[in-house]
């Protein structure tokens, strides 16, 4: 019982220290009143200031989709089957996704994106895309998870974003990145094709020259070779004539082989020169593509409205309305540019 009432007289005598240091603080702050207000109002304005003054900043995101059917085509189209290894043509082209990501990366293609872009920024430069060497620029692509489909060709997705103060600039830098890497992937399809044509070419001919020289082979040696032994004559000559059949029979087939080979890269290049045709018209045509800026002047507007108001709002309805009668002009001008000229 004594613990016990030690221990609450010490409670009651801490009790008026307790009020003592209240007051002292209470006094202080009152006496400070006018400095602390003064901190207060400067770290306010400061970062009142910095938030009016920081810009926003978008960012813009496409996918893009790099298969490897293509050069697996090509690489076939090089290969024959049986023992003539030597018919594979050092030249092909192995799709390497890291050098794929670096080319995209490239100072020459992104040039060509920024000359696009001259006429409406014509302040824009290769660094203000890539950024400065060493450090990590506005334009990132990465590389997403590989698909193999079922033909067993390897799809490679890469995404590429874009991040600036300007929303409309960063929709229209990505749009211009992307029209240039389709147009050299159209030239390396070419090129591609160029060259698998190129050696089958050259492959057909030797091919013919071994049949012609075969066949005229087995001519000469039923006319002219004779034997004194009729029955070691007659065991060479089957020997001989079957092992010449054997050869001619080979050597045809890859000629055949050849021959459609040759066909199919022959109408996939003439199809590739007719999507080049419809690529060109488009861009020929001045109202085509005044329609695609009006179209995205409108989805701009649009957005923004949507921030703001529901899909019912009048300002929201006019503008869906709008693009709507915009994408009916567009593909009524595709049909007058693209189709009267392709037929």
Same mark, same amino acid.
């Given at each position: 019982?004594?613990?016990?009432?030690?221990?609450?007289?010490?409670?009651?005598?801490?009790?008026?220290?307790?009020?003592?240091?209240?007051?002292?603080?209470?006094?202080?702050?009152?006496?400070?009143?006018?400095?602390?207000?003064?901190?207060?109002?400067?770290?306010?304005?400061?970062?009142?200031?910095?938030?009016?003054?920081?810009?926003?900043?978008?960012?813009?995101?496409?996918?893009?989709?790099?298969?490897?059917?293509?050069?697996?085509?090509?690489?076939?189209?090089?290969?024959?089957?049986?023992?003539?290894?030597?018919?594979?043509?050092?030249?092909?082209?192995?799709?390497?996704?890291?050098?794929?990501?670096?080319?995209?990366?490239?100072?020459?293609?992104?040039?060509?994106?920024?000359?696009?872009?001259?006429?409406?920024?014509?302040?824009?430069?290769?660094?203000?895309?890539?950024?400065?060497?060493?450090?990590?620029?506005? #334009?990132? *692509? +990465?590389?997403?998870?590989?698909?193999?489909?079922?033909?067993?060709?390897? !799809?490679?997705?890469? %995404?590429? @974003?874009?991040?600036?103060?300007?929303?409309?600039?960063?929709?229209?830098?990505?749009?211009?990145?992307?029209?240039?890497?389709?147009?050299?992937?159209?030239?390396?399809?070419?090129?591609?094709?160029?060259?698998?044509?190129?050696?089958?070419?050259?492959?057909?001919?030797?091919?013919?020259?071994?049949?012609?020289?075969?066949?005229?082979?087995?001519?000469?040696?039923?006319?002219?070779?004779?034997?004194?032994?009729?029955?070691?004559?007659?065991?060479?000559?089957?020997?001989?004539?079957?092992?010449?059949?054997?050869? #001619?029979? *080979? +050597?045809?087939?890859?000629?055949?082989?050849?021959?459609?080979?040759?066909? !199919?890269?022959?109408? %996939?290049? @003439?199809?590739?020169?007719?999507?080049?045709?419809?690529?060109?018209?488009?861009?020929?045509?001045?109202?085509?593509?005044?329609?695609?800026?009006?179209?995205?002047?409108?989805?701009?507007?649009?957005?923004?409205?949507?921030?703001?108001?529901?899909?019912?709002?009048?300002?929201?309805?006019?503008?869906?309305?709008?693009?709507?009668?915009?994408?009916?002009?567009?593909?009524?001008?595709?049909?007058?540019?693209?189709?009267?000229?392709?037929?």
């Amino acid at each position: 019982m004594a613990d016990i009432s030690l221990e609450h007289r010490q409670i009651v005598i801490a009790s008026p220290q307790s009020k003592v240091k209240s007051r002292k603080l209470s006094t202080i702050l009152l006496r400070r009143r006018l400095r602390i207000l003064g901190i207060s109002s400067v770290v306010m304005s400061v970062a009142s200031l910095l938030a009016l003054t920081a810009k926003p900043t978008y960012q813009s995101t496409i996918q893009i989709l790099v298969s490897s059917k293509l050069n697996e085509g090509v690489q076939s189209s090089h290969t024959q089957e049986g023992t003539e290894s030597n018919l594979t043509d050092p030249n092909v082209d192995v799709i390497d996704y890291m050098t794929q990501q670096k080319l995209m990366l490239s100072s020459k293609l992104i040039q060509k994106a920024v000359d696009l872009l001259h006429s409406e920024y014509p302040y824009l430069t290769v660094e203000h895309i890539k950024g400065k060497k060493g450090q990590q620029g506005p #334009l990132v *692509i +990465t590389p997403l998870e590989q698909q193999i489909a079922e033909n067993k060709a390897i !799809n490679q997705v890469f %995404e590429i @974003s874009f991040i600036d103060n300007d929303a409309v600039r960063a929709q229209k830098v990505l749009q211009s990145l992307q029209k240039v890497y389709q147009e050299h992937n159209i030239e390396q399809r070419k090129q591609s094709f160029s060259r698998g044509l190129t050696f089958i070419n050259k492959r057909l001919s030797e091919v013919k020259d071994k049949m012609i020289q075969a066949e005229k082979n087995l001519e000469q040696f039923r006319k002219r070779h004779h034997l004194l032994d009729p029955q070691l004559q007659g065991k060479i000559l089957l020997e001989s004539l079957a092992d010449i059949t054997k050869q #001619l029979r *080979i +050597t045809r087939a890859h000629l055949k082989d050849l021959q459609a080979r040759y066909d !199919n890269l022959k109408q %996939e290049l @003439s199809s590739l020169s007719k999507n080049e045709l419809i690529s060109f018209r488009l861009s020929q045509s001045t109202r085509y593509q005044t329609l695609l800026d009006e179209i995205q002047k409108t989805d701009l507007a649009l957005a923004q409205e949507r921030l703001r108001y529901t899909d019912d709002y009048p300002e929201v309805q006019k503008l869906i309305q709008q693009r709507r009668s915009q994408v009916a002009l567009l593909q009524q001008e595709i049909g007058q540019a693209v189709g009267d000229k392709l037929y």
